[in-house]
């Protein structure tokens, strides 16, 4: 691998971690996911609902955090709405 492409692959990966989601399985407010940013997110969901296809993201607040919602469709027609917390990041 050349050393250009291992860098755009750290510049990529920059501020993503690899988190171990215990924290709820997202799907209320009660058991919103902890992240530490918005690529994160989106990793959760690939990982736990592979196929899954996010229709819109909003912002919204669960017990006085701050919260991002996720509106998808599973690859069995599902609608869910996914949960995260990021308070770690949003409005620092």
């Known amino acids: 691998m050349s050393f250009a492409i ?6 990529s990966l920059d ?3 690899t988190h ?3 924290d709820g399985d997202g799907l209320s407010c009660a058991q919103r996911v902890k992240v ?7 990793a959760w969901v690939r ?3 592979p196929g899954a296809k ?22 069995d027609d599902r609608e869910l709405t996914f949960y995260f ?3 770690s990041f949003f409005g620092s």
């Open 6 to 11: 291992m860098i755009i692959i750290a510049v």
């Open 15 to 17: 501020g993503f971690k």
């Open 20 to 22: 171990p989601y215990d």
């Open 36 to 42: 530490a940013g918005i690529a994160e997110e989106y």
């Open 47 to 49: 990982s736990h609902y």
């Open 54 to 75: 996010v229709k819109m993201q909003s912002l919204s607040r669960c017990e006085g955090s701050p919260t991002d919602k996720l509106h998808a469709t599973t690859t």
């Open 85 to 87: 917390d990021i308070s």
